[in-house]
């Protein structure tokens, strides 16, 4: 692995690390959101204290925190053909959103980051996974069930798309970790104690 490649990763971990809904929160309110709700500082926990408006502009930015060091990685010509160092970009975004060095390793659920990775490598895929989550979710009224089920779809999304082996193993390995973020999540859907969206 090239020197490039691994200050490639480092990069890519620190824009993850960037953490939008904190900011957001902390320059709107003056509150550290760690504190609110969930506790996380994705756009989910960021609807709770800002509203809809500001879930929706957190999750873009989310994703495109997500998508940059890929395409970054491609513009830099570092991109190969089975996908690894767009995967080891993309798997080092979804850590640094979850476990931010800016913030003492608390972050978010690395969603819609998640899906920005997946728009990055793509396109298509993540255009899918989004629409998956965007129903599950409407329909639920579950953001979590909607995330949960969109990125554990999602390496077989990108299997049947026929895209790079690297890219298939990305999306496996962060539906997994993904989900496993969820695990609070998962047990309060089994007890029917998780929250709804509200409008």
């Given amino acids: 692995m090239s020197v490039n490649v691994i200050l490639f990763i ?22 550290d959101i760690r504190t609110i709700g969930s506790g996380s500082t994705g756009a989910t926990n960021v609807k709770r204290v800002l509203g809809k408006k500001w879930f929706f502009i957190v999750m873009i930015l989310d994703a495109i925190k997500g998508a940059l060091p890929i395409v970054l990685a491609r513009a830099c010509h570092l991109a190969d053909h089975l996908g690894i160092v767009e995967t080891l970009c993309a798997v080092a975004v979804i850590i640094g959103h979850s476990k931010p060095i800016f913030l003492q390793f608390k ?18 895929a993540g255009i899918i996974i989004a629409l998956i989550w965007g129903t599950i979710t409407y329909i639920s009224k579950y953001v979590s069930l909607g995330s949960i089920i969109a990125l554990g779809l999602s390496p ?44």
């Fill in 156 to 199: 077989f999304i990108m299997f049947f798309l026929k895209s790079p082996i690297g890219y298939v193993i990305y999306c496996a390995i962060a539906g997994v970790y993904i989900i496993y973020l969820h695990r609070e999540n998962i047990k309060r859907l089994v007890k029917g104690e998780e929250n709804k969206v509200r409008n």
């Fill in 107 to 124: 972050g978010g659920k690395s969603v819609a980051s998640g899906v920005g990775t997946i728009l990055a490598l793509n396109w298509i």
């Fill in 10 to 31: 480092v990069l890519a971990y620190l824009i993850g690390s960037i953490p939008t809904g904190f900011l957001i929160v902390k320059a709107k309110t003056g509150q």
